[in-house]
Structures are given as C-alpha cells and as structure tokens.
C-alpha cells in the first residue's frame, strides 16, 4: 500500500508565501515523477509543477518564476514553495506520484487528499 499525505495548506495574502509537503510513504519499490496538481470548482485539474527522478522540472506558464518545486529522495518527498501568491493561486493542491510499489513493481499513480490553498487578504 502506498500513501501519500500533503501538509502546509491554508490562507495567505496576496503576495505572501506557503510551503507544501508531500510525502510517500509504503511499500515502495520506486518513485519516478512527483508533482502537484490544482482544481477549483467548476474546472478541471491542471498540472502545477512536475520533478521527475532525474532531470529538470517544468512548470506551469502561471506559476513560472513564482513557484518552485524539489524533492528529496531519500525522503520519498516533493515540496511546493509558493511564492509571489495571487487570488487566482487558491485551489485545493493536490500531490501525485509515480510509483512502483514493491508488491508489483509497475509504476502508476497515486494521489494525495488535497490541501486547500487560499489567497486573500
């Protein structure tokens, strides 16, 4: 079974920072790519920001220059800095990974809960 628990949600004003932490945790074989998905109501999910194992990370056009995200490995974690916060930044963010569970060592993906971003003053 793998799980993955995001942290560091909540209400920020405008132009204010947040953090976010996700981390996967389990009978895991492998991670590949992690990231950060956002929904608001009404719409569909869109891709935030992606890391794979290896190599650079890409970003949505929205949040380039303002959002960074990493991962430690050893960890099995993926954070979201979250800088430079508008109102159209809030949504619920939700964390993926790409991951081999060690009972059937495939990759697929797995989601977080969600945490709820909100930027207002």
């Not at 995001?6 to 992690?34: D, H, K, N, T, W």
């Amino acid at each position: 079974q793998v799980q993955l628990m995001e942290s560091g949600g909540g209400l920020v004003q405008p132009g204010g920072s947040l953090r976010l932490s996700c981390a996967a945790s389990g009978s895991i074989f492998r991670i590949a790519g992690m990231g950060w998905y956002r929904q608001v109501p009404g719409k569909h999910r869109e891709l935030v920001a992606a890391i794979p194992s290896g190599g650079s990370a890409n970003y949505a056009d929205s949040v380039k220059g303002r959002f960074t995200i990493s991962r430690d490995n050893a960890e099995n974690t993926v954070y979201l800095q979250m800088n430079s916060l508008k109102p159209e930044d809030t949504a619920v963010y939700y964390c993926f990974g790409v991951v081999a569970p060690t009972v059937a060592p495939t990759l697929r993906s797995y989601w977080g809960q969600g945490t709820q971003v909100t930027v207002s003053s």
